[in-house]
């Protein structure tokens, strides 16, 4: 055990103006502490790896990219009606909506792999234990979002394809 002796504070003119203190009233007592080891590991942290993104920001971009894409379909209820009336076929509607939607998420897909590309350059400095270039992120999380942009073209597609021409 080792036995440290606490000195007075050398804070007399404080004394002075605002009386004593817990430390005026503790000088001179003994501390027993146990004597400290010589060095203490230190070990990185260690950070748990994710998949890139989280479930729940996974789940809110999955919706996020749903919403975005059905809603551009659904604006096009109109036209769709007007081609069915004027003799166009569902799957024809359906292929059209399709393509278009699908286009649109490549686009948008193609300019975020950009970003990102570049954001990691600047964040690089941040990321512990995981490459910054890391393509099993990358290739996850534009295979999710396409797949959630081919689903959200597809339904409404479908939906506006089988609606009547005379309610369109």
Partial sequence: ?????????????????????????????????????????????????????????????????????????????????????????ARDVVKLMMRQGVVLAGVGMTLGLGLALLATRGLSNFLFGVSPFDLGIFAGVTGMLLGAAVVASFVPALRSARVDPNVA
């Fill in 1 to 89: 055990m080792v036995v440290f002796d606490v000195p007075s504070p050398p804070y007399s003119n404080l004394r002075a103006t605002f009386g004593s203190t817990r430390a005026d009233r503790n000088a001179g007592t003994k501390l027993a502490t146990t004597a400290a080891p010589k060095s203490i590991p230190v070990t990185p942290a260690k950070i748990p790896r994710s998949n890139g993104l989280t479930p729940n920001k996974k789940l809110l971009s999955v919706i996020g990219v749903y919403g975005v894409m059905s809603y551009s379909v659904q604006q096009r209820v109109q036209e769709v009606g007007i081609r069915m009336a004027l003799g166009a076929e």
